[in-house]
């Protein structure tokens, strides 16, 4: 009974003395530096008016993603020679109409007045694929394929333009490379 007795205290006083030993190390250990996902400042949440309005401009945007994308396709398989400029009218006709629709379904939103900056930009960023889709289709006419340059450096700042308004309006969308 004795040498259990004894063999119970010396392995109670190892746990001690290596919970002690723990203890003692963690409490100098350098505290962890924040990572990168704590060192960006909180946002505020949006308020129900900037949350309305976000949701709305949701789903004129999501269209504005998916004709942005068709148009860059069409400017490319123009370049590849896969399409001729007949194919490029035909592709990118109809997304000229849907961004003009884009634009006139944005400018009936009534963002609250601190989303009105990002309304505006918003608003820019559709003329710029208006203006990007007019150009585009200006190669159908003349086979100049500097519209194509000048089309794409259009919808390049459009879409520079989508991608800060996306950060504050819907912060977790997924962003292309």
Request: glycine share 6%; charged share 25%.
């Given at each position: 009974m004795a040498v259990k007795t004894v063999a119970i205290g010396i392995t109670l006083s190892l746990l001690l003395m290596l919970a002690g030993y723990a203890?003692?190390?963690?409490?100098?250990a350098p505290a962890p530096q924040p990572s990168a996902w704590t060192d960006e400042p909180q946002r505020a949440a949006l308020s129900p008016a900037e949350e309305a309005y976000a949701a709305?401009?949701?789903q004129i945007h999501a269209q504005v993603k998916q004709d942005a994308v068709r148009m860059t396709f069409a400017g490319l398989y123009y370049k590849m020679g896969e399409i001729d400029r007949a194919g490029v009218k035909r592709r990118v006709a109809p997304l000229l109409s849907g961004f003009i629709q884009a634009q006139d379904r944005t400018r009936r939103l009534s963002p609250p007045g601190s989303m009105l900056k990002f309304h505006d930009e918003y608003l820019h960023a559709i003329r710029l694929y208006v203006d990007?889709?007019?150009e585009m289709?200006?190669?159908?006419e003349d086979a100049d394929e500097g519209h194509l340059r000048n089309a794409q450096g259009k919808t390049q700042q459009a879409s520079e333009l989508l991608?800060?308004?996306?950060d504050v309006l819907w912060p977790g969308e997924y962003k292309p490379n």
């Amino acid at each position: 009974m004795a040498v259990k007795t004894v063999a119970i205290g010396i392995t109670l006083s190892l746990l001690l003395m290596l919970a002690g030993y723990a203890w003692l190390r963690e409490s100098r250990a350098p505290a962890p530096q924040p990572s990168a996902w704590t060192d960006e400042p909180q946002r505020a949440a949006l308020s129900p008016a900037e949350e309305a309005y976000a949701a709305a401009l949701w789903q004129i945007h999501a269209q504005v993603k998916q004709d942005a994308v068709r148009m860059t396709f069409a400017g490319l398989y123009y370049k590849m020679g896969e399409i001729d400029r007949a194919g490029v009218k035909r592709r990118v006709a109809p997304l000229l109409s849907g961004f003009i629709q884009a634009q006139d379904r944005t400018r009936r939103l009534s963002p609250p007045g601190s989303m009105l900056k990002f309304h505006d930009e918003y608003l820019h960023a559709i003329r710029l694929y208006v203006d990007a889709s007019r150009e585009m289709l200006r190669i159908t006419e003349d086979a100049d394929e500097g519209h194509l340059r000048n089309a794409q450096g259009k919808t390049q700042q459009a879409s520079e333009l989508l991608l800060k308004v996306g950060d504050v309006l819907w912060p977790g969308e997924y962003k292309p490379n």
